[in-house]
């Protein structure tokens, strides 16, 4: 079965990259179709990998691709994925599921999320100007159509979580099939030698992720947190963290090597996740290294997280809420055995043999 991949853009380096990562292993000579491509911003993981990009594959619009949302949908559509596949699977929160394929060739789509900017505009809230977002308003329309449309393309479709399965049939009108995203027991499991002396945050910084919720919630508390990530708000945060003078707040660019974050998740008495989360991969990596997560009561964090055994849920997104549930964490105490036993449902494994099971390999 010849056999290529499609995914939104390669333009940093995130959950939904690692599950195009696990989909390469699987399907060792699948080229992967992508409209954008950052070698530096990805650490050349895909290097030798990617066949084809878009017309907007240019240096300025890999470092801000937001502002052109509305021309991904063409960019997608302009996209031909070459003769000769039998199977192509696309990996997408947007786009990725609407390039052009011949009308024979069979159509899998692992989806992380609905584009979230067309039905969810809060999420375009602190990554572009309030200007840009009066005009991007003018054509959520078009691009809600055009999701829609592009939801319908697929064969198959796969949910990255029940939340997501949830949204694709509230959008799209269509069942799914929930496959989690995969994680690496192997690399990530408890280090049980490890002293847990501070809490913990990581991820792509984003607003819609409450970085900033966080931020504020520690320097109230005082106890020593350690944020790793990149992305948009880093500047924001650092400044931020700076003028509140928060010395018991350490913030650490996005760590490429696994075993160092590994050991970042495994040194930590809790994992702090107060967003809402298609999934939530660095939850159930922090869960996978015994390390329990005390999250917001909402989207995949549900799914990961079960009060008590392996975390602490809190149910109102504001820093009273926060600080209180990392009180009531003070109460419990977990054995990092059995928490990281709960993440088994999540493991590599587990997301090959269900793909390959879907696939009929």
């Given at each position: 079965m010849?056999?290529?991949?499609?995914?939104?853009?390669?333009?940093?380096?995130?959950?939904?990259e690692r599950v195009l990562e696990t989909l390469m292993e699987i399907f060792p000579d699948a080229p992967v179709y992508t409209l954008l491509y950052d070698r530096q911003k990805t650490f050349g993981?895909?290097?030798?990998?990617?066949?084809?990009?878009?017309?907007?594959?240019?240096?300025?619009?890999?470092?801000?691709?937001?502002l052109f949302i509305p021309l991904m949908p063409l960019a997608a559509q302009m996209m031909l994925v070459d003769d000769g596949y039998d199977l192509i699977i696309s990996s997408s929160a947007g786009y990725a599921k609407g390039i052009s394929l011949k009308s024979n060739?069979?159509?899998?789509?692992?989806?992380?999320?609905?584009l979230r900017y067309a039905w969810e505009e809060e999420y375009l809230t602190g990554v572009i100007s309030n200007f840009q977002l009066s005009i991007f308003k003018s054509i959520l329309n078009y691009l809600r159509n055009w999701d829609f449309r592009a939801g319908q393309k697929p064969d198959i479709l796969i949910a990255n979580s029940r939340f997501i399965a949830d949204k694709?049939?509230?959008?799209?009108?269509r069942d799914s099939t929930v496959i989690y995203p995969p994680v690496d027991l192997k690399v990530f499991n408890p280090e049980l030698t490890n002293p847990k002396s501070y809490f913990m945050a990581a991820g792509r910084l984003m607003h819609y992720k409450r970085f900033d919720l966080i931020v504020k919630s520690f320097n109230a508390l005082r106890l020593p947190l350690k944020i790793v990530g990149s992305g948009p708000e880093f500047e924001r945060l650092e400044s931020r963290i700076k003028n509140?003078?928060?010395?018991n707040i350490e913030i650490i660019p996005f760590i490429k090597n696994t075993n160092e974050l590994r050991e970042l998740y495994c040194g930590a008495k809790a994992f702090i996740f107060?967003?809402?989360?298609d999934f939530g991969l660095v939850a159930a990596e922090a869960i996978a290294c015994g390390t329990?997560?005390?999250?917001?009561n909402a989207g995949g964090a549900k799914e990961i997280v079960a009060h008590g055994e392996n975390g602490i849920l809190f149910n109102?997104?504001?820093?009273n809420s926060l600080k209180n549930a990392v009180q009531e964490f003070s109460k419990y105490k977990f054995d990092p055995v059995k928490v990281a036993a709960s993440a088994k449902k999540f493991s590599k494994e587990e997301f090959i043999r269900k793909i390959k099971t879907l696939v009929k390999l």
């Open positions: 010849k056999v290529a991949l499609t995914h939104d853009y390669l333009n940093q380096y995130g959950g939904a993981r895909f290097d030798g990998r990617v066949k084809k990009t878009s017309f907007l594959d240019l240096d300025f619009v890999r470092k801000n691709h937001r060739v069979k159509h899998i789509s692992y989806c992380h999320t609905p694709i049939k509230k959008y799209y009108g509140l003078k928060s010395r107060p967003q809402v989360e329990p997560v005390i999250a917001y109102e997104q504001t820093e």
